[in-house]
Structures are given as structure tokens and as C-alpha cells.
């Protein structure tokens, strides 16, 4: 069984970058999968920030692109996100997912990591 | 972005009743739609993908139809644990996305 494991700083500085990692068990980095992350501002629904294959071919969603990076280390199992310039809007719990797929369409998300909260103040 | 507009935004019902949440994409996405469960201070959990297939180990009290841009989730017979909040998410079009959740409460 997949498990996935968030870390990374909880507190994170306004106009900072936020730093996360997203650590796999039970399964390779590198299988047929796409690897996500998903935030959820406290109080608030659902938001997908982008994805990363094992290969490193990335997809963002557009409203966060340009202070988004996803990345993927296969030697340590695990892939990571930095977003950068953060604000208070960005204050959420983030969550890292497995994507998975039938084949003739993108990805819905079976497995999660069970989400880390990280606040943005000064 | 495709938008999914959930309804109700919350719902309040009773132990043993049949609950029906709707969740309308803002343009077709044929049955490229997802389920979730989410219980506080939890991550989501999937419950329905491809707008009808139920996840493994799932109870079967729970179904989910529809496609194009017109669906629902059923909870046949509504049970002490699935009080929570349920969002749906496309998957057919970047960016994926989800709808803004139906929390459903006990009455």
C-alpha cells in the first residue's frame, strides 16, 4: 500500500518561499503515476497546485504557475514543492497525491499524505 | 479552468435517509469526474472515480452517476460515519479541479 508523508517548515515568512517534501513508501517514484499537490486554506475547499512525473515533466495550474516549482528526486523516493513570494493567501494545509488514471483520462487521486499545515506570518 | 458547481453547499439529514448530492461542470467532461470524502483535520478520500465507479472497499450505500456536465453522488442509506464533507473533481481538463464541497450535517 502506497503511503505518502509530508514535511517541511510549518511557519514561513511573508515574500518567503514555502518548502515542502513529500516522501513515498510501499511503492516507486517511478511507477506509471502521476505525483501531486493539493492545498486547502483552513476553513476552505480544494485546491490543485500541480503535478510531476518521474521522468520530470511538470504540469502547474496556471493561477499559481509562475511561483511554482515541482520537483522529483528518484533516488530518495520522494518529490517536493517550492512556491515562492508567499502571502497570508497562501497560509493552508498541503497535501502531496498519487494520481491515478484509466488510461483515458488525466488524473483523480487515490492515495494522499495525510496534509501539513503551513502558515504564512511574520 | 472548468468550473464545478456543487449542490447544496450543505445539507442537513437524518440517520437512514437518502442523500443526493449534484455537482455541474461549466462545460463538458464527459465521465471524467471524481468523489471524495472528507472528514476534519483528514485528507480527502476517494469514494467514486470515472463518475461511477466505486473505489475499492467503498460501502455500496454509496454510487455516483452522470456525465457531460450534469452529476450526483447517492448515499442510499445515510450512516453515522459519513457525516463529512464531499467534493467533487474533474479530470478532464487542466487544471484539475474541484467543486467548493457539500457538507452534510446530522438533523
Known amino acids: 500500500q502506497v503511503q505518502l508523508q509530508e514535511s517541511g517548515p510549518g511557519l514561513v515568512k511573508p515574500s518567503g518561499t514555502l518548502s515542502l517534501t513529500c516522501a513515498v513508501s510501499?511503492?516507486?517514484?517511478?511507477?506509471?503515476?502521476?505525483w501531486s499537490w493539493v492545498r486547502q486554506p483552513p476553513g476552505k475547499g480544494l485546491e490543485w497546485i500541480g503535478e510531476i512525473y518521474h521522468s520530470g515533466s511538470t504540469n502547474y495550474n496556471p493561477s499559481l504557475k509562475s511561483r511554482v516549482t515541482i520537483s522529483v528526486d528518484k533516488s530518495k523516493n520522494q518529490f517536493s514543492l517550492k512556491l515562492s513570494s508567499v502571502t497570508a493567501a497562501d497560509t493552508a494545509v498541503y497535501y502531496c497525491?498519487?494520481?491515478?488514471?484509466?488510461?483515458?483520462?488525466?488524473?483523480?487521486?487515490?492515495?494522499w499524505g495525510q496534509g501539513t499545515l503551513v502558515t504564512v506570518s511574520s | 479552468a472548468i468550473q464545478l458547481t456543487q449542490s447544496p453547499s450543505s445539507l442537513s439529514a437524518s440517520v437512514g435517509d437518502r442523500v443526493t448530492i449534484t455537482c455541474r461542470a461549466s462545460?463538458?467532461?464527459?465521465?471524467?469526474l471524481a468523489w471524495y470524502q472528507q472528514k476534519p483535520g483528514k485528507a480527502p478520500k476517494l469514494l467514486i472515480y470515472?463518475?461511477?465507479s466505486l473505489e475499492s472497499g467503498v460501502p455500496s450505500r454509496f454510487s455516483g452517476s452522470g456525465s457531460g456536465t450534469d452529476f450526483t453522488l447517492t448515499i442510499s442509506s445515510l450512516q453515522p460515519e459519513d457525516f463529512a464533507t464531499y467534493y467533487c473533481?474533474?479530470?478532464?481538463?487542466?487544471?484539475?479541479?474541484f467543486g467548493g464541497g457539500t457538507k452534510v450535517e446530522i438533523k
Open positions: 510501499g511503492g516507486s517514484i517511478s511507477s506509471s503515476n502521476w
Open positions: 470515472d463518475a461511477s
Open positions: 462545460q463538458g467532461i464527459s465521465s471524467a
Open positions: 473533481q474533474q479530470f478532464n481538463n487542466y487544471p484539475l479541479t
Open positions: 497525491a498519487r494520481g491515478c488514471s484509466s488510461g483515458w483520462s488525466l488524473e483523480y487521486f487515490q492515495h
